[in-house]
């Protein structure tokens, strides 16, 4: 049985595109049941539909509490039977009762190489625009476990991307994104197929992951 992964996006979506490419070609063995975003006007709520994947718009400005916020999603999570969470894009905090109840079972992608550049406010451009100010050489991706603090989970998968001398962030993040459509899913495949082992902040993965390059 393939594992059951909502996917919570806020924007463009072009990661999740990526995921749903993957399984289209058979790589990815798993199944996407649900879609949330927090903006109406996300891209990835098109994605979904056009791949008959039930979407849900849940923002915390519609509910009074944080607890009735995080009920609404654990409900949605719950009927739609979702084992796993994938974070792509997402650019807001997960109520703290859901990574709880999801605890080492929610993925995010991060578009630099923590824990460099990460934390509050470090998300999309915001992360290329510090990288090249801080004059880096090398960016990238980062796979990893959500916990209750930005970006700080274990790390599941990296990697690197050369940062140019000419790089404006918008061309630093057109590469670090497509490092990023050639990660994730290796890293949810991965975690799919039981290869990976957690011990404290150590994520290691069983041969036969499929973290090294194999042809895309
Ligand atoms: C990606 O670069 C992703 O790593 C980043 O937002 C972009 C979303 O693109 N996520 C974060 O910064 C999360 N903290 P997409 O909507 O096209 O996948």
Known sequence: MSMRC????SGGGSNFQALLDRKAKGDLSVEFVLMIGNNSKAAAFDRARSN??????IAPSHFHSEEEYAQAMIAALTEAQTEFIVLAGYMKMLPSR???????KIINIHPGLLPAFGGKGMYGMNV???????????????????DEEYDHGPVIMQKAVDVLDDDD???LASRVLEAEHDTYWRALEDIALGRICVDGRRV?????GVASSSPG
């Open 52 to 57: 008959n994947i039930p979407s849900l718009h």
């Open 169 to 171: 962030a918008e061309a």
């Open 204 to 208: 290691s993965v069983s041969a036969g």
């Open 6 to 9: 909502a996917v919570f996006a």
């Open 98 to 104: 859901i990574v709880k109840e999801y605890r080492n």
């Open 128 to 146: 290329h625009k510090a990288v090249l100010e801080y004059g880096a050489k090398i960016s990238g991706v980062t796979v990893h476990f959500v």
